[in-house]
């Protein structure tokens, strides 16, 4: 008796740790069902241009947010997206393979590839686009996922960007937009941030401007493949910062902040008014980044996706 009762704490911890860790496969079970069952949707709709399929996996305020066109918000616009993207091109075909599916609790978050060969109906010409992809699911009361967020850009340069851009579709320019009121700690601490941002951009300066991220991380830049570590970071932004033209003016703005604890989704964009040689003009864009609280107490980009207007 004396044994069993020593050793009852013990069977009953182990027991304990058995339920968590079959309640974890089984979420985790759950997490990549829906994942992969979405993937496979939505490769299916691409071909096939019927895109009612994916609406089941979608919240009714799903942002879209595309390479060189402006945001659609909401799952009627987000079918009008893709609907008139299939008008424009046959596609042949079309391909998705996830890297990365971050838990952060309350939210899920996948990064991929993509590959798709498309038509253009109007003259024939074939053309193949290799992207990379961010989707950001919502854990709701019942358990279920919903997809709350898409965004995607290229690894290359385009022949011509107007292709991607579709004026008939309801859709936002996310920097003009309210953005978040600073009313609160993460408030207060992300536009602190965006201000230091916008001065080392705007100055082309690299090494500020790499203390923005944390050491393991990776981003998703456009027109070139994922961007990944310290060393990496520190180069391309090195010669980044040459190739960018003079900027008269430099806004970001955040519009949208998810606190998810060590982990904090922010929704951003920019106006920019810049100038190089003879050129100016004024351009937006808009990008999500994902910060994470580092052990020092720091905030630092964990990953980080951009795209243009």
């Known amino acids: 008796m004396i044994i069993i009762r020593k050793s009852f704490p013990t069977i009953f911890l ?18 990549k ?14 071909l096939s241009g ?34 008139a993207f299939s008008g424009r091109f046959i596609i042949k075909e079309y391909t998705r393979k996830e890297t990365e599916i971050l838990n952060l609790g309350s939210q899920i978050v996948e990064f991929g590839n993509f590959e798709m060969k498309l038509i253009l109906r109007s003259s024939g010409h074939e053309y193949l686009f290799k992207g990379k992809y961010g989707d950001i699911w919502e854990k709701r009361l ?36 309210s953005h978040v009121p600073v009313n609160s700690p993460i408030s207060f601490e992300l536009a602190a941030l965006s201000r230091l941002q916008e001065i080392c951009i705007t100055q082309h300066d690299p090494i500020v401007w790499s203390q923005f991220y944390s050491n393991d991380a990776k981003v998703f830049y456009n027109f070139q493949a994922p961007v990944e570590g310290r060393n990496a970071i520190d180069s391309f932004l090195k010669k980044h910062v040459t190739e960018l033209p003079v900027f008269e003016k430099l806004d970001i ?57």
Request: hydrophobic fraction near 40%; include cysteine; charged fraction near 25%.
């Open 14 to 31: 182990i027991l304990i740790s058995f339920q968590s860790a079959t309640a974890q496969n089984a979420e985790e079970k759950k997490v």
């Open 33 to 46: 069902d829906v994942l992969d069952n979405y993937r496979s949707a939505i490769s299916k709709a691409m």
């Open 50 to 83: 019927n895109f009612i399929g994916v609406n089941n996996f979608c919240s009714n305020e799903i942002r879209t947010m595309p390479e060189f066109q402006k945001a659609t918000l909401g799952k009627s616009n987000m079918i009008k997206y893709y609907t």
């Open 142 to 177: 019942n358990d279920s996922l919903l997809l709350i967020t898409q965004v995607w850009n290229y690894n290359h340069k385009l022949e011509n960007n107007d292709l991607l851009k579709f004026d008939e579709i309801p859709a936002v320019t996310i920097a003009f937009i």
């Open 253 to 309: 703005r955040n519009d949208r902040i998810d606190h998810l604890g060590n982990f904090v989704i922010v929704y951003a964009s920019h106006i920019a008014i810049v100038r190089n040689g003879d050129w100016s003009g004024v351009s937006t864009g808009k990008n999500i980044a994902i910060w994470k609280r580092e052990k020092d107490g720091s905030l630092k980009i964990f990953r980080g996706f951009a795209t243009y207007d």
